[in-house]
């Protein structure tokens, strides 16, 4: 079921996301959060922060898993998603580092790595998940063609997301990894609730597939319509396609 919200600006997107994560932190005791990594949750992120400052919002019994992480590269590398999140979010908050989940993207043997984070998972709920979309409908690093049943796995990054991504290595197509660990569409279906934010034009029509198109893994965002609470934060242009809001 997706509970569908449109806003005007970016920002807007943001302090609405930001709502529904601080409804949980507050609420829910000991909760569990599912995290992103891209452009869309870092104004969300900015607010949490914000707020944490401001309104004392505690992340002291908050423990995190991450969606997904670069294959090849160092926790410490300037663009793994291991610093992407330190660097947007938990430097702002009072979470415990122990209490951090994100695959190990230069393990030895990814496999086992794939394995060991699935099960670091066993008998934990995700409260709320966070979610963004790929322009291919892609949600965690599973690309379309990933079956609906798939657990945290190694997976290839297609040309279009390395294409996307290149944004964050100096435009660079050729130093963005070809693969990546990502929890799979199972993983992520077992969330309590999800939070997926979009905004531009150009993922119009990814959220149209998502919300008004046929359930298939062509669009792997589409397997959502199974789960029974959804949120999609959007901006007008994201929502552009939409026949119904
Ligand atoms: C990030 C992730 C990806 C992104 C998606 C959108 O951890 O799993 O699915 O959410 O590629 O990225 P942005 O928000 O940069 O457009």
Not at 136 to 160: A, C, K, R, V, W
């Amino acid at each position: 079921m997706f509970h569908i919200i449109v806003e005007k600006t970016y920002d807007d997107v943001s302090r609405e996301a930001f709502k529904v994560v601080k409804e949980v932190v507050k609420n829910v005791e000991n909760p569990v959060l599912g995290l992103a990594t891209g452009s869309s949750p870092i104004g969300m992120y900015k607010k949490m922060i914000a707020d944490h400052n401001s309104a004392g919002t505690s992340y002291k019994n908050v423990r995190t898993w991450n969606l997904d992480e670069y294959v090849g590269i160092p926790r410490d590398h300037d663009q793994s998603y291991w610093t992407f999140m330190h660097e947007n979010l938990f430097v702002g908050l009072d979470i415990k580092e122990e209490n951090i989940h994100i695959p190990v993207g230069d393990a030895e043997d990814e496999q086992a790595e794939c394995e060991a984070y699935e099960k670091s998972m066993e008998g934990i709920t995700v409260d709320l998940q966070v979610l963004g979309i790929g322009v291919d409908g892609h949600i965690g690093f599973n690309e379309p063609g990933t079956p609906f049943d798939s657990l945290t796995h190694l997976t290839e990054l297609t040309e279009q997301t390395r294409q996307d991504n290149a944004r964050f290595f100096d435009g660079d197509i050729d130093q963005v990894p070809t693969s990546a660990i990502t929890m799979g569409l199972a993983t992520i279906m077992r969330a309590r609730k999800i939070i997926l934010i979009a905004t531009g034009e150009n993922k119009a029509d990814a959220i149209k597939g998502m919300i008004e198109g046929p359930l298939t893994t062509d669009c792997p965002a589409s397997i959502l319509q199974n789960h029974p609470d959804v949120v999609v934060v959007l901006d007008e242009e994201a929502a552009s396609k939409l026949n119904q809001r």
